[in-house]
Each structure stands twice: as C-alpha cells, then as structure tokens.
C-alpha cells in the first residue's frame, strides 16, 4: 500500500524549495535568523532560563554566537568541519548552536547523560576539532580529551577542568561581528544507541547562507503558527534532535524560548502559567506524568494563551492522549518522523478525533507499507513503514551498512526508520511498534505497544515496558515489566490485579503471562525507554550497556 502527501500540503512542500520569490518574502514566510532580531528587537529575551530566571536577549545571543564563531575561524575551523557540545540544559547552550549555524559548520550534541568513553566515541566519530562543555560536567568531561584525541580545542563554561581552556576568557578575545561570510551550518545528531553504538545521521550543507534561514522553520511557521510573538515551551534535553531543533526555529522566527533544565510535571505546569506560554512540545511519558498529579494540583494552574501543544518521538496511548485533549482542549498537534528526515506525518486536532490513534498522513515524502520481503501491503495491514523521496537525503556517518539496512530491497530511495504501521483508506498512518520489539510466540506477532497502551492508563502504573521473554514451546512469551506508582506495594497483589486488568481489555493472546517491578525503567529524559536492557536481562546476555 502507498499513500502520497496530503493535498494540503503540496504548497507547503513548495514553500520549503530554496528558489523563494521576494514576495514570500515580505509575507514572512521565508524565516531569518537571530542576526535580525539584534538589530530590530535587541532585548528580547532569546532564551528564558524556567529554573533559574535567567534570560539572554537577542543583543546578547548574536553578540556571544559572533565571538565563538570568530574563535572557530581563527582557529583555522571552516565550512564542513565538526564542533561538539557537551552540555546540560544551560542558557548558553544557544549561542554554540548558533555559532557553528552561522559558519558552515557541522555541530554535534552530545548526550549529557552518557559515560565519558560514551561521549568520546562519538566526539571522535564525528571528528570534532572543537568540544563545548561545562563545569557541571566535569567529572565526566575532563575524561573525553585523552579518549578523543583528536579533538584539539576544548572550553569549558563556569571554570575550567584541566585540559580545557575557560571559555568566557576565550570568546572575549574575539569580536562580536559576524563572519564576513555566513554560509548556514548543519547538525550531525547520533541516533540512541539502543541496538548498539549510536550512528550520526549525516546530510549535506544546503550551499545557502544563515540569513535565508533553517529548513525547518519553512514547515513550523506555516503549520504551527510560531512567529515573532510566540513562546516556546521545551521541557526536552537540547541535545536531542526534535528540542534542539524546535528551539533553533523558534529563535529563527523571532520568538521566545523558555528552556527547562529538566522536567517536572508540576515545574512544567507552572512554566506554562508563569511565562504565558503559547507553544509547547512533549513526549507522551510527560503527558502521563502530568496526568497522574493529584487533580487539584493539576486544576491549580491556568494557560489560557497555551495554543498549541506538539508532541512526538514515541506513539501516545490512545486513552492518554483523549484525557489530554479533556484537560487542554483541541490543541493537541503530532507528528511521527525521525532525524533522518527521510519523511513526516502531521495530524492536528481534529483530524485526530476524526482519526484517534492516527500520526497523520504524510506531509513530506510518500508513504509504504511492505511486508519482510518488500511487497507492499493493502490497506489496514501492518507491515514496515517506508517513505520514498525522490533522492537519499541522509546517510549513517561511517557505517554504510546501517545505511544500507534503511533501505527498501529494490527501491533505495524508499527508507525506514525501523517502525511497523499500516495505512487507512484515506492515507492516515497508524504506528503499531517497531520492528525490533515484536513479539513472536506460537507464529503469532504481538506487538507491546497496544498492550503498554492499556497497562500506562491504569491508576497505580506509573511506567510501563512489555518484551518477549523465552518460552520453550512457544519461543517468546510477553512479560509486563511495570514501575508503580509512588507509595504503591509491588507485591504479588498487585500483578494479579495488572492480570486481569489487563484480560478485561486485552485479547488473551496478549496478556502478560507475568509481571515484574521495577522501581524505575530505564528511560532517557527524552522519553525514550532502553527496552534491550530489559530484554537482555531475560534471554542471559550479561554486562550490555548504552552506547
């Protein structure tokens, strides 16, 4: 089964080519970049700092991105060279960002949670010749530089660990005027790692300069509204692709950031009142984080200018995501893609309550649906989710296998981000899980997403994971692995009741043939749940690791 793009969408897709008349122009949909909001709004906030207060203008982040970009010049770094930045979530995080956007250089965001020979592997993979961090991570940055050695230029923000020169001290040495030439820069995110060593996912330099703008903003100023007057909610690391991203744009369109240091559900909610927030993006294990806070504390605090509410990067349970649009009203906009870009589905509110469960129909690329062997499959039958464009637009930094691997078996324009799903027949894409997590038991596919769906919504799961355990007749059988809520007793009462909670809502093919506890599952602050930990536990793989 193949679906094209959404009709809708076509001009917004031509919207997105490089050749933009003056007209479009004037209209603003051709967004700029910080630069311009120096000169006509100086001391706006760029970024708010939701924790601490802090706010950095407009004056300030062009001024402070300049001087690190003049360091990098004078350090002999031109377009296509490699910058890493190892940092948490800090008010300066956007000033590396964007001077590496405003040179032409490559910038790789280095998870903060990893281990130091973690962040080495991937600031030598990428061939960094500059490394950004802080002293709040210094026990595990001051380890990098003799893993990585091939990154020479090392600054650390807020002291300096030795081995790193202080950064403050460097950048005040240099002008805060730009380059006299500003080709625009790319990012060179790495995927997880949940299957193995994280790859960069590499794309070309678009050739244009930083003032004719981020591709992505073409596509969020039309869609979603994010203009001059927004302000943009990012409760998200930065150092992933879709907080990283977002944030950039919003800047790029005049708008203003208010960066949590990391969520809370009730810091959040507070964040929206306070700052007047009126765009946001989530992923679904805040939403039920948020949900599961006592009603009246939940009730305590109002947004009214809270107009839209994006979330992606994982499926949201179909129950969870109806209690959202009960609490916030129709503001609820998804999209399901990857930081490849190889493709994106977008549904708004009322399509998805005219479609509950969907991610969209495709507004870039063409939509597949294949089975194992590459035929593609009728409507409403799951099978691998494939988008064809008409070239490769990205490719897996030094691992041609992987890229490979993406591809379709007779069509390599046709990639996959690894999900399986199935379309309707009006082209609206349904996830049901990805390929790796499936379960099979008797030659029976079980996917644990539905039944992670049904487990989340009960009052006292505070977390939930399935996986296939081994089971001599069957090969796999599915194991329900459940965080409890706060102050709940993880005994065998409990997953009796999970049992048959679960047979009342669940074909009985699906239900967990057992429960554990576990008083955290593995999750990134992404949101993102290391399910192979999990499962190697079970099948007697020892000492596997996040890398």
């Not at 006509?40 to 708010?48: F, G, M, N, S």
């Not at 924790?51 to 004056?59: D, L, N, P």
């Not at 597949?368 to 064809?388: D, M, Q």
């Not at 029976?444 to 296939?468: C, F, R, S, T």
Request: charged share 25%; aromatic share 8%.
């Amino acid at each position: 089964m193949e679906f094209h793009e959404a009709r809708e969408f076509r001009e917004l897709r031509r919207l997105q080519e490089p050749d933009q008349s003056p007209k479009l122009v004037l209209q603003g949909v051709m967004p700029m970049y910080p630069g311009l909001y120096a000169k006509t709004t100086p001391d706006k906030a760029a970024v708010i700092s939701a924790g601490s207060g802090e706010e950095i203008s407009y004056a300030e982040l062009d001024a402070r991105s300049n001087r690190l970009a003049q360091l990098c010049w004078a350090e002999g770094m031109r377009p296509g060279d490699h910058m890493a930045v190892f940092l948490e979530n800090h008010p300066r995080y956007f000033e590396v960002v964007w001077a590496a956007m405003r040179s032409g250089l490559y910038l790789t965001t280095v998870n903060r949670y990893l281990t130091a020979e973690e962040a080495a592997y991937i600031v030598a993979d990428c061939g960094a010749r500059l490394l950004v961090s802080s002293h709040a991570l210094r026990d595990v940055a001051a380890r990098i530089p003799a893993l990585a050695p091939g990154c020479r230029h090392l600054l650390m923000m807020d002291g300096a660990a030795d081995g790193f020169d202080a950064y403050e001290q460097a950048v005040a040495e240099h002008k805060p005027e730009p380059l006299a030439e500003e080709p625009l820069g790319e990012l060179m995110l790495y995927s997880s790692g949940t299957t193995g060593r994280p790859k960069g996912i590499a794309r070309p330099l678009s050739g244009r300069k930083t003032a004719d703008g981020l591709t992505l903003n073409r596509m969020l100023g039309p869609l979603f509204g994010i203009d001059e007057s927004s302000v943009y909610l990012s409760p998200a690391p930065l150092y992933h692709s879709a907080p990283i991203g977002w944030t950039m744009a919003t800047q790029s369109l005049g708008g203003t950031v208010v960066m949590m240091e990391h969520f809370d559900a009730h810091a959040a909610l507070r964040a929206l009142e306070e700052h007047a927030i009126t765009h946001s993006q989530w992923v679904p294990t805040m939403f039920t984080r948020m949900l599961k806070l006592p009603a009246d504390e939940r009730e305590r605090f109002s947004f009214p200018q809270h107009r839209v509410a994006v979330h992606a990067a994982a499926p949201c349970p179909r129950a969870v995501k109806e209690q959202m649009f009960e609490w916030w009203g129709p503001i609820l906009h998804e999209y399901y893609g990857g930081t490849e870009l190889n493709g994106l589905t977008y549904i708004g509110p009322e399509e998805w309550l005219a479609h509950p469960g969907s991610v969209g129909r495709s507004t870039l690329g063409t939509l597949h649906i294949c089975n194992e062997e590459g035929a593609e499959l009728p409507t409403r039958e799951p099978g691998v989710v494939y988008f064809e464009r008409e070239r490769r637009v990205f490719e897996y930094h030094n691992d041609p296998e992987k890229t490979r691997s993406s591809e379709h078996s007779r069509h390599p324009t046709w990639t996959t981000l690894g999900d399986v799903g199935y379309l309707d027949e009006e082209g609206f894409l349904y996830l049901t899980d990805r390929i790796s997590f499936m379960i099979v038991s008797g030659g029976v596919n079980i996917y644990p997403q539905e039944i992670e769906d049904a487990l989340i919504v009960h009052p006292k799961v505070a977390d939930v994971a399935v996986v296939g355990v081994p089971n001599a007749e069957f090969g796999e059988e599915v194991k329900a692995v459940v965080q409890p809520m706060e102050g709940v007793d993880a005994g065998d009462a409990l997953a009796e009741e999970l049992m048959l909670y679960s047979r009342e809502h669940l074909a009985a093919f699906k239900c967990p043939r057992s429960i554990d506890f576990e008083s955290e599952l593995p999750r990134l602050p992404t949101g993102k749940l290391y399910k192979r930990l999990l499962k190697d536990r079970y099948w007697g793989k020892q000492g596997s690791r996040i890398v």
